[in-house]
C-alpha cells in the first residue's frame, strides 16, 4: 500500500496585533489633531510613526499586514475624526464634512498610509534578506523524514 502525505503548515513569527494597534491609535491623535489644528510637525510624527510599523513589519517578514493597517487605522479612527471635523467646522457641518472626509477622504490617507509602509516595509526586509530556510522540501517516495 502506498500513501501520499502532504502536509502544509506556515506559522508566523510574530503576531503584529499589539504594534497595529498602537500604531492606530497613534494615526488616529496625528490625524485628529491635523483636522483641529494641522502643522507640518504633526505630519511628519504621523510618517515617522508609520516608518516605525513599517520597519517592525519588515523586519518581522510580515509585509502582508500592510494591507490590513489602513483598515485598522480607519476603524480606530472614524469616531474621533468625526468628532474633530465638528471642533473644526461647527456641529451641523462639521457632521456632514466629517462624513465626506471620512468616507470618501480615507481612500486618500488609506492608499498615502498603504505606500509608506509598504514601501518602508519592503526595503527593510530586502535589507534584512532571507531567513535561511528552504521554503519547500521535496522528499521521495522512499525517503523518510
Known sequence: MSGVVIQFRE???AN???PMMLWA???TVVLF?????????????GFGVSALLGVYLGWRRR?????VAPLVSWLFAWFPLEIACMIHF???KGFFVGLLMI???WIGIGFVEF??????????????????????VIMGPDERP
Not at 33 to 43: D, W
Not at 126 to 136: E, K, N, P, Q
Open 16 to 18: 503584529v496585533s499589539i
Open 63 to 67: 509585509v502582508g499586514a500592510v494591507i
Open 103 to 105: 468616507t470618501f477622504g
Open 11 to 13: 506559522r508566523t513569527r
Open 33 to 45: 489633531i491635523e483636522v483641529v489644528a494641522p502643522s507640518s510637525g504633526i505630519t511628519w510624527l
Open 115 to 136: 505606500a509608506w509602509l509598504g514601501m518602508v516595509a519592503l526595503l527593510v526586509r530586502a535589507i534584512r534578506g532571507s531567513s535561511g530556510r528552504d521554503a519547500v
Open 25 to 27: 491609535l497613534t494615526m
Open 90 to 92: 461647527g456641529i451641523l
